[in-house]
């Protein structure tokens, strides 16, 4: 049965084709009747457009995304109701993949690819957070990545739709006390009790579950019904698989950020990416250390670091250095280098031949104005004679007819030298050559999607979608 929506218009946008298909909406991909211009726009059925609820997270949605402008944050460019009272979103087109489908693609990243997006994602929440916003479902299907000219994986937050805005008074009230809000297995212990009181370090419990699915291909207890895993979030210390360890360090910070008690871990999104930044080292000549990347990536995370985070904020607050695609193929773009300038050789070969010459003409002028030494020329050579060695008259004479001409052929072959030596010296030097454009990398066929896919069922009795 064709799909009513296709051929929608929505003012100058024409919906061509389905993206995506949820339990509430769909996602469909518009296109400018004029111009290139491509749009996602994320439809709510009819008959949930009519719940009130719903309506209102929704609304909720598009109002905390217009309040936004960052880069690795969704945009919402228009939002209302077709004639049909379905409501829609529109928002840009993203090209890439979600972070869920890079994981099924690449499940075993590096520390410093992993770091890398990780560090994009504490500096979205750092400026939700900053505007008043949480998340509160924030997952690998939320997280989306786009290559663009300077980053591989330049990460996009999406779906707002659940998000807690702390400014409004009346937001407590549209999340109702005892509601569980967010995706069973990301999700921080207290979201299950009451998602109202959730803050800024619920969405940094969620983080350090992403960074640990990263770093060791599972989530930190498994997949489970909703009441098994909030038993086990409650009782038990999550361990790392064998065959995947984790460092010591690295792994008492994941753990504390996954703490039951939200005012023992991070207090926002800052402190965690400035710490995983300490347990990311440097590996020459390629991958950089966990605080340039922060100092590329995310600089504003630490340019007001704490003082016990000196050495992080030292380095992040260098010059920029040049970049270069090496480590591309970790998500990295890593500082170059400036090789050492070889174009002084030939200027010091050429100054070397003009300083002999200098010295070769005075010798001539001093020659001048004082007695000659005699000498006994020869068709190939010239040959100083000894002192007191007797030198025929003729041949006094012929000394001094040559010596003139002795002078300039010397003059001569010294600036032929001199060019000689400039010309290889030329030759040896390395041809400058524009490196070639980093490679993005390969598109994917998989389409984007603003409609979060939860890994777990949730519970009809105790979870809301």
Known sequence: MPDPMIGTAIGRFVIRRKLAEGGMGAVYLAVHERLAVRKVVKVLLAEYSRNATLRQRFEREATAA????????IQIDDFGALPDGQLFLMMPFLDGESLEAHLRRDPRPTLHHAFHILVQICRA????????IVHRDLKPGNVFLCATDDNPHEVVLIDLGIARDLEDDTAAFRTQNGMAIGT?????????????????TADVYAVAIIAWEMLTGQLPWGFHDTRALYMKQMT????PPPHRPLPPELLALLRRALAVDPAARPATARDFAVELAAHVAAEPPHLPSGAEMIARFARELVERASPDRATVRHVAVRPRPA????????????????RPSRRWLPLAVAGGALAGLATFALVEVRGDSAPARETVSRPDRVVAAPPDAAVPADAAAAQTDAAPGIGSMAIAGAIG??????????????RTRRAPRPDAGARTDVEPTAAPVSRAPFDPDAVEE
Not at 66 to 73: D, F, P, Q, T, Y
Not at 125 to 132: K, R, T
Not at 423 to 429: C, M
């Open 236 to 239: 038990e210390v999550p361990v």
């Open 66 to 73: 217009s309040r936004l402008a960052h880069r690795n944050i």
């Open 125 to 132: 929440l750092e400026h939700l957070h900053a505007a008043g």
């Open 323 to 338: 970049l270069t695609t090496l480590g591309a193929a970790n998500g990295v773009a890593a500082g170059r280098t400036p």
């Open 417 to 430: 030298t001199a060019v000689t030596t400039y010309a290889r010296a030329a030759e040896d030097l390395p």
């Open 184 to 200: 069973p297995g990301y999700m921080a212990v207290e979201q299950y009790g009451n998602a109202a009181t959730a803050a800024a």
